[in-house]
Structure formats: C-alpha cells, structure tokens
Nanobody
Framework: QVQLIESGGGLVQAGKSLTLSCVAP????????LGWFRQAPGQSREFVASIDYSGGRTNYAHSIQGRFTISRDDAKNTVYLQMNSLKPEDTAVYYC????????????????WGQGTQVTVSS
C-alpha cells in the first residue's frame, strides 16, 4: 500500500501557529487531490482541508473559519497545512491523504494515507 508521511506536529500554545508537512510518492501526488483529516481522542475522523491537483481549488471545514491554509509543492511531492490561531479543540492526530478524483469529505473514500502526526494545543 502507498503511504504518505506527515511531520511537523507537536505541542503549541493556544493562539500560536504550526505548519504540518506531508510527503507522498509521485503516484499518489501528481494529479491527485491532497487533503488533511484529523481525529481527536474518542472522536471520529473528520475532514479539515483539501487542495486539488492544480492547486487552484481548495476546500475547508467550516470549523476552521479561515485559520488554516493548505498548499502543495509538486516539485517536492509535499502538501502543507499552515495552522494559525490554534485552539485547544484543534488537538488531534492529523492525517494527510490523497484521492484520485475530486474532493470528498468522507475519509472512507480516500485512496492513500499517512500514519498521522500529533498536534496538541495547550490553553
């Protein structure tokens, strides 16, 4: 199975910023929509953000409210999630994923996944 690799998680104070990175194999990156999901303890996995194959279309969860920005660098096979104004409720394991077709908020239909990186926001 193709796997993506996330990095950049850690402990951060509320109101601060953190950037996550995810590196994917070419066959799971070029021409794919890339996305971020997160899962808090005892909670189901939820969609956070996505960016299409061209980088020209993005989608965000309503709960983000402009605080997060997703971007991609095709030359590096890397997708990023810039997280600003972090809140304790943002604490979760963050996963990156790719899908062959279009954005879909349902994590079950995404093709490839990473192992996740922990983000903990203290108050």
């Amino acid at each position: 199975q193709v796997q993506l690799i996330e990095s950049g998680g850690g402990l951060v104070q509320a109101g601060k910023s953190l950037t996550l990175s995810c590196v994917a194999p070419r066959r799971a990156f070029g021409g794919y929509t890339l996305g971020w999901f997160r899962q808090a303890p005892g909670q189901s996995r939820e969609f956070v953000a996505s960016i299409d194959y061209s980088g020209g279309r993005t989608n965000y969860a309503h709960s983000i409210q402009g605080r997060f920005t997703i971007s991609r660098d095709d030359a590096k096979n890397t997708v990023y999630l810039q997280m600003n104004s972090l809140k304790p409720e943002d604490t979760a394991v963050y996963y990156c994923a790719s899908i062959r077709t279009d954005y879909n908020s349902n994590w079950r239909v995404w093709d490839f996944w990473g192992q996740g990186t922990q983000v903990t926001v203290s108050s």
